[in-house]
C-alpha cells in the first residue's frame, strides 16, 4: 500500500546521534551525574501525593509563577515545554509557515534547521567566522534582506560553545524587526562563571525578545523533558495556542519544580563543571595539532586533523563523543562534554594516548 504522508516528511532529516550503552557517554551535553540526593527525595516525596486522576493544571501555574518570579515577569510570559526543544519547535511553528524566513547562525544547534522545514518556513543559515565568533552586521543584513519572521541566536552557542556579548545582542535586537529568541540552554554556565550575558534584562527595553531555557543541561534534568521560555504577553499567548492541553505532565511539573525550588544545591556541580572544562581545555591545547575553541558551556569543541580516526578509537573503547560528520564548518571536529572528574581522567587518557601515537 502506498500512504499518503505528508509532503516533505521523507526527506525531513532526523535528529542523527548515535546512541549505544556507552561506558562514558560524553556526546549529548547531560549533565553526568543525577540530581543532588536531596533534591530526589523530596521529589519522591512529592510524587507520593500526586493526584494522578487529575489534570495537571494547577502544578503548570505554579512552576510558570516560580519562573516568573525569579526574573521579575508575570506567569503570562511564562510558556513552559517538554524540553526547550518543544519551545523552539513550537516558535519556529508560530513564525513559520510558507513563505516565512526564519535566520539562524551556522554551525549552530542543527535542529533549527529541522524545525524550520517542519514549520513550512525557509531556514537561512549566517556563517559564523572561521574562529566562530558572530559577525553582526552580517547576521543584521540576513534578516532584513530576508525580511525574516523569526531570527535566532544561540548563546552561549552549541555547539562551538562561543559567548556572544551582550552588547552584540542588543545590536541585533535593536536592528531587526522580527521576534529575537535566544536560546539560552546553557547560559546557567555562563552566568555561574560571571557572565552577565543573558538577555532577560534586555526584554523590557525589547519587547521582541524570547528567552529559552532548559532543565536538561545544567539541572541534569534531560531525561524529564523541561523548559520554559520568557516572553511578552502577545508572543506568549500565540504559541501557546500551538499546544495541546495539559501538554505538559504532572511528572516532569512536579519534578522540575522541585528541582527549581532548590537550584542553589546545583551551585556546587555547575562550578565543578567549569573547573572540568577549563582542566580538560588546557590537557587537550597541550596535544600536538589540537585546536580547542574557547567556552563558556559544559562542553569543549575541539579541531584536530585526525578527528575521524580519534573518533574511531574512542568508540571503541566505548566512549561516545559528539562528531559532526560533514555537518559545515564542522570537519574534522569533536565535541566532548563533560562528565564527572573520573570520567574526564578516563577519556582525556584516551585522547592522549591517541594523539602522542600510542596507540
Ligand atoms: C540541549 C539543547 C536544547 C534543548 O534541550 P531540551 O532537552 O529539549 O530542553 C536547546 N537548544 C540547544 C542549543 C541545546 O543544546
Same mark, same amino acid.
Given at each position: 500500500?502506498?500512504?499518503?504522508?505528508?509532503?516533505?516528511?521523507?526527506?525531513?532529516?532526523?535528529?542523527?546521534?548515535?546512541?549505544?550503552?556507552?561506558?562514558?557517554?560524553?556526546?549529548?551535553?547531560?549533565?553526568?551525574?543525577?540530581?543532588?540526593?536531596?533534591?530526589?527525595?523530596?521529589?519522591?516525596?512529592?510524587?507520593?501525593?500526586?493526584?494522578?486522576?487529575?489534570?495537571?493544571? %494547577?502544578?503548570?501555574?505554579?512552576?510558570?509563577?516560580?519562573?516568573?518570579?525569579?526574573?521579575?515577569?508575570?506567569?503570562?510570559?511564562?510558556?513552559?515545554?517538554?524540553?526547550? +526543544?518543544? $519551545?523552539?519547535?513550537?516558535?519556529?511553528?508560530?513564525?513559520?509557515?510558507?513563505? *516565512?524566513?526564519?535566520?539562524?547562525?551556522?554551525?549552530?544547534?542543527?535542529?533549527?534547521?529541522?524545525?524550520?522545514?517542519?514549520?513550512? !518556513?525557509?531556514?537561512?543559515?549566517?556563517?559564523?567566522?572561521?574562529?566562530?565568533? /558572530?559577525?553582526?552586521? #552580517?547576521? $543584521?543584513? &540576513?534578516?532584513?534582506?530576508?525580511?525574516?519572521?523569526?531570527?535566532?541566536?544561540?548563546?552561549?552557542?552549541?555547539?562551538?560553545?562561543?559567548?556572544?556579548? /551582550?552588547?552584540?545582542?542588543?545590536?541585533?535586537?535593536?536592528?531587526?524587526?522580527?521576534?529575537?529568541?535566544?536560546?539560552?540552554?546553557?547560559?546557567?554556565?555562563?552566568? !555561574?562563571?560571571?557572565?552577565?550575558?543573558?538577555?532577560?534584562?534586555?526584554?523590557?527595553?525589547?519587547? *521582541?525578545?524570547?528567552?529559552?531555557?532548559?532543565?536538561? #543541561?545544567?539541572?541534569?534534568?534531560? +531525561?524529564?523533558?523541561?523548559?520554559?521560555?520568557?516572553? !511578552?504577553?502577545?508572543?506568549?499567548?500565540?504559541?501557546?495556542?500551538?499546544?495541546?492541553?495539559?501538554?505538559?505532565?504532572?511528572?516532569?511539573?512536579?519534578?522540575?519544580?522541585?528541582?527549581?525550588?532548590?537550584?542553589?544545591?546545583?551551585?556546587?556541580? $555547575?562550578?565543578?563543571?567549569?573547573?572540568?572544562?577549563?582542566?580538560?581545555?588546557?590537557?587537550?591545547? #597541550?596535544?600536538?595539532?589540537?585546536?580547542?575553541?574557547?567556552?563558556?558551556?559544559?562542553?569543549?569543541?575541539?579541531?584536530?586533523?585526525? !578527528?575521524?580516526?580519534?573518533?574511531?578509537?574512542?568508540?571503541?573503547?566505548?566512549?561516545?563523543?559528539?562528531?559532526?560528520?560533514?555537518?559545515?564548518?564542522?570537519?574534522?571536529?569533536?565535541?566532548?562534554?563533560?562528565?564527572?572528574?573520573? %570520567?574526564?581522567?578516563?577519556?582525556?587518557?584516551?585522547?592522549?594516548?591517541? &594523539?602522542?601515537?600510542?596507540?
Amino acid at each position: 500500500m502506498k500512504y499518503k504522508y505528508r509532503s516533505g516528511l521523507a526527506d525531513m532529516p532526523s535528529y542523527d546521534v548515535v546512541e549505544r550503552d556507552w561506558r562514558i557517554k560524553i556526546n549529548a551535553n547531560e549533565c553526568g551525574m543525577n540530581p543532588p540526593p536531596l533534591v530526589q527525595e523530596r521529589a519522591m516525596t512529592r510524587l507520593d501525593r500526586v493526584a494522578f486522576n487529575r489534570y495537571p493544571n %494547577e502544578q503548570a501555574d505554579m512552576l510558570r509563577e516560580a519562573i516568573a518570579d525569579e526574573y521579575g515577569l508575570k506567569k503570562e510570559n511564562v510558556v513552559l515545554g517538554n524540553g526547550s +526543544s518543544e $519551545i523552539i519547535e513550537k516558535l519556529f511553528a508560530t513564525f513559520g509557515g510558507k513563505g *516565512h524566513k526564519i535566520v539562524y547562525p551556522q554551525p549552530s544547534f542543527s535542529m533549527y534547521k529541522i524545525y524550520a522545514k517542519a514549520a513550512e !518556513a525557509e531556514g537561512i543559515p549566517v556563517d559564523l567566522e572561521p574562529d566562530y565568533t /558572530l559577525d553582526v552586521d #552580517k547576521f $543584521i543584513a &540576513a534578516v532584513k534582506e530576508s525580511r525574516a519572521s523569526l531570527a535566532v541566536i544561540c548563546n552561549p552557542n552549541n555547539p562551538t560553545g562561543s559567548l556572544f556579548s /551582550l552588547e552584540d545582542v542588543e545590536k541585533v535586537a535593536k536592528s531587526i524587526n522580527c521576534p529575537l529568541l535566544m536560546d539560552e540552554a546553557y547560559m546557567e554556565f555562563a552566568e !555561574a562563571a560571571g557572565y552577565k550575558n543573558s538577555a532577560v534584562p534586555l526584554m523590557k527595553k525589547y519587547p *521582541h525578545i524570547i528567552v529559552a531555557r532548559t532543565f536538561s #543541561k545544567a539541572y541534569g534534568l534531560a +531525561s524529564c523533558r523541561a523548559g520554559y521560555m520568557l516572553a !511578552a504577553e502577545d508572543i506568549a499567548t500565540m504559541t501557546g495556542k500551538t499546544m495541546m492541553p495539559y501538554y505538559m505532565n504532572v511528572l516532569t511539573l512536579t519534578v522540575a519544580d522541585t528541582v527549581w525550588q532548590m537550584r542553589d544545591e546545583y551551585r556546587p556541580r $555547575i562550578e565543578q563543571m567549569i573547573t572540568e572544562r577549563e582542566r580538560m581545555a588546557m590537557e587537550l591545547e #597541550k596535544l600536538e595539532g589540537f585546536t580547542v575553541y574557547p567556552s563558556a558551556t559544559n562542553f569543549l569543541l575541539v579541531k584536530y586533523d585526525r !578527528a575521524v580516526e580519534l573518533n574511531e578509537y574512542l568508540t571503541e573503547l566505548s566512549i561516545g563523543v559528539r562528531s559532526f560528520g560533514a555537518a559545515p564548518r564542522l570537519e574534522n571536529t569533536l565535541r566532548f562534554s563533560m562528565g564527572t572528574p573520573a %570520567e574526564n581522567d578516563q577519556w582525556l587518557l584516551a585522547v592522549q594516548t591517541f &594523539a602522542r601515537g600510542e596507540v
